[in-house]
Nanobody, 123 residues
Framework: QVQLVESGGGLVQAGGSLRLSCATS????????MGWFRQAPGKDRDFVAS????????DYADSVKGRFTISRDNAKNTGFLQMNSLRPEDTAVYFC????????????????WGQGTQVTVSS
């Protein structure tokens, strides 16, 4: 069974930064695009960012553009989400996912999902 494991979540004050990681050992990571989604309590799971399998193309939700950066290191089978200028409304469980070549915002394109990591931003 393919596992994606997120790490790096935590509690941070508004304006602070966190870097999330998404690692896998079973998946041919470089053959898949990947993305980050988030789900706040009582809300739907929302798209955050996506990156192509080569890392050359990226896409972001409008709410995080200019603050978040998605990247990947295929040699280490790891993806990242650098989150700066965090706001209380960024509080959510963050999930990484893999699938397709450049899957974008459509969650149905992703084949593999992690269990999530909690990010809490205090005001």
């Amino acid at each position: 069974q393919v596992q994606l494991v997120e790490s790096g979540g935590g509690l941070v004050q508004a304006g602070g930064s966190l870097r999330l990681s998404c690692a896998t050992s079973e998946l041919a990571f470089s053959t898949y695009g990947m993305g980050w989604f988030r789900q706040a309590p009582g809300k739907d799971r929302d798209f955050v960012a996506s990156i192509s399998r080569t890392g050359l193309s990226t896409d972001y939700a409008d709410s995080v553009k200019g603050r978040f950066t998605i990247s990947r290191d295929n040699a280490k089978n790891t993806g990242f989400l650098q989150m700066n200028s965090l706001r209380p409304e960024d509080t959510a469980v963050y999930f990484c996912a893999a699938g397709g070549s450049f899957p974008g915002a459509n969650a149905n394109v992703y084949n593999y999902w992690g269990q999530g990591t909690q990010v809490t931003v205090s005001s």
